[in-house]
Nanobody, 125 residues
């Protein structure tokens, strides 16, 4: 399984960006998600999509501003980010969890088996 993330960039506060994560190979995900890692910080959960229910989940810090979605035909995961803030600055990673318990713990890094290379989002004030 390979994941290719793209769509990052430098924007001003209040702007929007859409990140994409194209998956290739034999993917049968229980969960797909986005995490981010800011300078000097640990990787943190941003949003997730669970296959079993098609439900989506968000970190409180992005709820109402970010939207996760998946195009099954293209095997691509998206993260629409609106009203960006300087504190959203980070490298964003997409991940796929293919184990049975991956969906239950979608907010934890160890639940994901594969990761993309990351795409940098910089939000200036």
């Amino acid at each position: 399984v390979q994941l290719q993330a793209s769509g990052g960039g430098l924007v001003q506060a209040g702007a929007s960006l859409r990140l994409s994560c194209a998956a290739s190979g034999r993917t049968s995900p229980y969960v797909m998600g986005w995490f981010r890692q800011g300078p000097g910080k640990e990787r943190e959960f941003v949003a997730a999509w669970k296959r079993s229910s098609a439900n989506t989940y968000y970190a409180n810090s992005v709820k109402g501003r970010f939207t996760i979605s998946r195009d099954n035909a293209k095997n691509t995961l998206y993260l629409q980010m609106n009203s960006l803030k300087p504190e959203d600055t980070a490298v964003y990673y997409c991940g796929v969890g293919q184990r049975l318990d991956s969906g239950a713990y979608y907010y934890l890094v160890p639940s994901y088996d594969y990761w993309g290379q990351g795409t940098l989002v910089t939000v200036s004030s």
